[in-house]
C-alpha cells in the first residue's frame, strides 16, 4: 500500500501517495497535460503530478514512437508522477474507441506510466437502469482483466454506475476487494457541467462509503477550484484539472468562488503575477495564444491555492467552515451542502470530535454538521436528574458567568399536575398557592441539572460547557428561524427525560416554552449555582468515553487539582497516582497510566481498544507508536483523536494513547500510523 493519512477532517485527508516517480501531498490536483500539445510547464505553478491520456499517445505515432522508446515522462517533459487516462474519456465523447483493454493497459505499462487505468465505460447520468447495470459489469470485467494483465503497474479502478446510488456502492465494492491502488469516481463531468451538484453528492457518497478508506479516490474530471472543498470533505483525494486550459481558452477565469468572464473584467481578481501584472483591456488587447497563456497560468495558480487552503483547513481542522463558505458560491452547491444532511451519521464516523479550531456558525447548514449530531447523540445517553433549570445563554465557558444570572424563572406544570394541585388544595384548604410554591423551592438545587440553551448544540449541561465544541463556538447573537426550529426540538426531546422543567423568561420565550402552562417560580435570593467538581469529572468521562466512564474512572475518593492560573480543573489523582489531566484547550480527559488501567478495567472489550499482534507487543509497552498492519482487531467507534487503549489478543493492556485515524480506516490501512502512544510500561 502505498497511501497514509496523516490529518483528517470532515471526511477530507491529508495524506501522502508513494508512485515510482515520487511520493505527493494529497489532496492533490493533477493539471491534464495534452501530449504533444503542452506548452505551459505545470511544475513551475505546483503541480507534484499531473495526468496525461495514454489513448492520445497510443493512437498518434509519433507521440507512440517517443513515448514507447523514452517513456511518457520524457515525452511530456514531466519527471514527476505521472497518471495516465486510458480513452474512456474519449468513448464517452465519440462512442468507440481503437483500442481493447488489454492493449491500454499494456501500453501504459509499456511507456512507464505511474498510475494507469483500465477501459472503464462511463456512463452518464440518468440513462436507464438496464443501460447502467450492463455497461457496469463491462466496467467490472475490464478492471479485473487490467489486473491480470498488469505487471508492476499501479492501477486506477473508476467507479461507474450512472446516477444511481446503489449500483455506484455496488460498484465500489466490487473493485473494493480487488487489489486496485486508486479508485477514480467516473462519468461526474456531466453532473458538474449541468450544476447539478447534490446528485454529485448522491454519486460520491454512494460510491466513497463503499471504497476502502485506505486507498486514495480521484474525482475525475473535477477541475473547477469552487467543488474542491466540498469534494474534499466527503473524501475525495485527487482531482484532475483540464478546466485551467479549456477555460482560459474561453477566456474565462476561474476562482474559488465561481467563474469570470474576462469580457465583463474592470479589475482583475487576484493576487497572481498575472492578475497584478496586466489590466483586463491589456490581456483583451493580447493575440489568442498568449492571453489563453496567461490565464491558464492564472487559472493554475488559483487552483493550486485552494488545494494548499483546503490542506491547511483540514490540519486545522476547520474544513466545514471552507466547505460552507465555497458552497454559498452557487445555490446549487448550496444545495449540496444542505443534502449532506443525509449522510450524517456516516460524517459523524470519520469527522474528528476534537480539532484546533473553534466551530464557526455561518448559517443554518451548520446545524447538520457532524459536531451538532454527535453532541445531540451524546445527549440521549448522559443520565438525567429528576428536575432541569434551563438558562439562556451567556459567554462561554457559561459556568464563568454565573453571576449574572437572569431573575425570573417559571415552572413547566401539566394540566394534569395542575388538576391534582387543585384537588390537593380542596382538601387542605389551609395550603395557599404560596406555600405550594415554598415546597417547590424546597427541591434542591443540587439534585437539579442545570442545562443551558443555546445555538447551534442545543442543550449543554452545566458541566460540559467547557468541553470541544461546547465551548469553542461562536455564533451570531441573533436566532435564525431554522436555529429556533432546531432548539425546540432538541429540547422537546430533552426535557422529556424530567419530571421537573424549571425554565428562564428569556429561554422561554425565545424558544416557545411560554405556550405550554408556566407558573412563576420564584427561587430563594440569591440564586447561587455551582458546578460540583466531582460531578463535572464524571459528566466529562462520561461524555468522552461513554456512559458509566466516570464511575469507572473517578471511583472512590479522587482528587481534584486545579490550575492556579486559571482556577480550571487540571489533574485528578487517586492518592499519589495520576489518573488523567483535563486538557485545557479542549476540556477533555488525556489519561494516565492508572487512568488507561482503570478504563480498561471499567469498559468491556473491544470497546475504545486497539488490539496489536504479538509482533507489535513489545514495541507498544516500550510505548512506541502503532503502525496499522500490527492491528488485528479495534472498537469500529473509534474516532481519530480520540484517547484509546492498546491491547493484545488476550486484551492484556500494553499502552494507551491517541488515534489518528477511526476504527474502520486503522483495520483497512496497512501503512502509516493508527495510533501515537502516550505511554507504555504495563
Ligand atoms: N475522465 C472523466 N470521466 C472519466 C471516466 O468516467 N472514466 C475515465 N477513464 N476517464 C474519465
Ligand atoms: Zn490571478
New binding site residues.
Given amino acids: 500500500m502505498n497511501f497514509e493519512i496523516k490529518y483528517k477532517d470532515a471526511r477530507g485527508r491529508v495524506g501522502t501517495l508513494k508512485t515510482p516517480h515520487g511520493t505527493i501531498k494529497t489532496p492533490a490536483l493533477m493539471p491534464v497535460i495534452h501530449p504533444g500539445k503542452q506548452t505551459i510547464q505545470v511544475s513551475d505553478y505546483g503541480a507534484e503530478v499531473v495526468i496525461t491520456n495514454a489513448y492520445l499517445i497510443y493512437k498518434n505515432e509519433d507521440l507512440r514512437e517517443i513515448a514507447l522508446e523514452e517513456g511518457v515522462h520524457k515525452l511530456i517533459d514531466f519527471p514527476g508522477p505521472v497518471v495516465t487516462?486510458?480513452g474512456?474519456?474519449q468513448l464517452?465523447l465519440y462512442g468507440d474507441v481503437q483500442v481493447s483493454n488489454q492493449e491500454i493497459v499494456e501500453f501504459q505499462e509499456k511507456i512507464g506510466t505511474d498510475i494507469g487505468?483500465s477501459l472503464?465505460i462511463?456512463t452518464p447520468p440518468s440513462v436507464k437502469r438496464e443501460r447502467a447495470e450492463r455497461e457496469l459489469e463491462i466496467t467490472l470485467q475490464r478492471a479485473s482483466e487490467a489486473l491480470e494483465v498488469r505487471d508492476e503497474l499501479m492501477l486506477n479502478s473508476?467507479v461507474?454506475g450512472s446516477t444511481y446510488p446503489d449500483l455506484r456502492s455496488k460498484c465500489a465494492d466490487a473493485l473494493g476487494k480487488m487489489d486496485f491502488q486508486v479508485h477514480?469516481i467516473?462519468?461526474?463531468?456531466p453532473l458538474m457541467e449541468s450544476y447539478r451538484y447534490k446528485e454529485l453528492v448522491e454519486v460520491v457518497m454512494a460510491s466513497v462509503t463503499h471504497l476502502p478508506d485506505s486507498r486514495p479516490r480521484h474525482l475525475?474530471?473535477a477541475g473547477h477550484p469552487m467543488i474542491f472543498a466540498l469534494a474534499v470533505a466527503m473524501g475525495c483525494d485527487l482531482f484532475d484539472s483540464a478546466a485551467y486550459i479549456l477555460y482560459a481558452e474561453d477566456d474565462r477565469l476561474l476562482m474559488p468562488g465561481g467563474t469570470l468572464k474576462l469580457e465583463n473584467l474592470y479589475e482583475m481578481p487576484c493576487s497572481c503575477e498575472v492578475c497584478t501584472s496586466y489590466t483586463p483591456e491589456q490581456l483583451r488587447q493580447m493575440k489568442k495564444e498568449e492571453r489563453r497563456e496567461l490565464l491558464a497560468i492564472h487559472n493554475l495558480r488559483v487552483s493550486f491555492a485552494e488545494m494548499r487552503m483546503i490542506r491547511q483547513a483540514i490540519v486545522e481542522g476547520s474544513l466545514w467552515e471552507l466547505v460552507e463558505q465555497r458552497c454559498r458560491a452557487h445555490p446549487f452547491l448550496l444545495e449540496a451542502l444542505r443534502s449532506l444532511k443525509n449522510y450524517s451519521k456516516d460524517l459523524e464516523k470519520y469527522d474528528p470530535p476534537y480539532k484546533n479550531s473553534a466551530f464557526f456558525y455561518t448559517g443554518p447548514e451548520s446545524l447538520n454538521r457532524p459536531e451538532v449530531y454527535r453532541h445531540l447523540k451524546k445527549m440521549r445517553r448522559i443520565p438525567s436528574k429528576k428536575s432541569v433549570l434551563l438558562l439562556p445563554r451567556s459567554s462561554k465557558p457559561y459556568s464563568e458567568r454565573l453571576y449574572d444570572l437572569p431573575e425570573k424563572f417559571y415552572r413547566i406544570t401539566n394540566e394534569q399536575e395542575n388538576f391534582e394541585a387543585k384537588q390537593d388544595s380542596l382538601e387542605h384548604p389551609k395550603q395557599s398557592a404560596e406555600s405550594l410554591n415554598q415546597q417547590i423551592i424546597e427541591t434542591q438545587l443540587e439534585d437539579m441539572q442545570v442545562t443551558v440553551v443555546d445555538v447551534p448544540f442545543g442543550v449543554i449541561p452545566l458541566e460540559l460547557d467547557q468541553v470541544y465544541p461546547l465551548a469553542q463556538n461562536e455564533s451570531p447573537d441573533s436566532y435564525d428561524e431554522d436555529s429556533l426550529k432546531m432548539v425546540g426540538n432538541v429540547l422537546q426531546d430533552y426535557l422529556e427525560g424530567f419530571d421537573e422543567i424549571i425554565v428562564s423568561e428569556e429561554v422561554a420565550q425565545t424558544f416557545a416554552l411560554n405556550t405550554l402552562p408556566l407558573e412563576e417560580y420564584p427561587f430563594p435570593e440569591p440564586l447561587n449555582i455551582v458546578v460540583d467538581d466531582q460531578k463535572r469529572i464524571k459528566m466529562i468521562a462520561d461524555y468522552q468515553f461513554g456512559e458509566g466512564a466516570g464511575n469507572g474512572l473517578f471511583d472512590g475518593d479522587v482528587q481534584i487539582v486545579k490550575s492556579r492560573k486559571t482556577g480550571k480543573i487540571r489533574h485528578v489523582y487517586d492518592g499519589e497516582e495520576l489518573i488523567a489531566t483535563l486538557r485545557a484547550s479542549d476540556g477533555v480527559f488525556v489519561l494516565a497510566r492508572e487512568g488507561a488501567r482503570r478504563l480498561h478495567r471499567y469498559l468491556p472489550y473491544p470497546k475504545n481498544r486497539v488490539v496489536v499482534n504479538e509482533d507489535a507487543e513489545p514495541f507498544a509497552r516500550e510505548g512506541k507508536s502503532i503502525f496499522a498492519k500490527f492491528v488485528i482487531n479495534c472498537d469500529i467507534d473509534i474516532h481519530a483523536k480520540e484517547e484509546v487503549l492498546i491491547v493484545n489478543a488476550e486484551d492484556q493492556l500494553l499502552a494507551f494513547g491517541k488515534s489518528i485515524l477511526n476504527g474502520k480506516e486503522i483495520l483497512d490501512f496497512n501503512t502509516g500510523q493508527a495510533v501515537k502512544t502516550r505511554k507504555g510500561g504495563f
Fill in positions: 487516462d486510458s474512456s474519456f464517452s487505468t472503464d462511463p473508476v461507474q477514480p467516473g462519468a461526474v463531468v475525475m474530471g
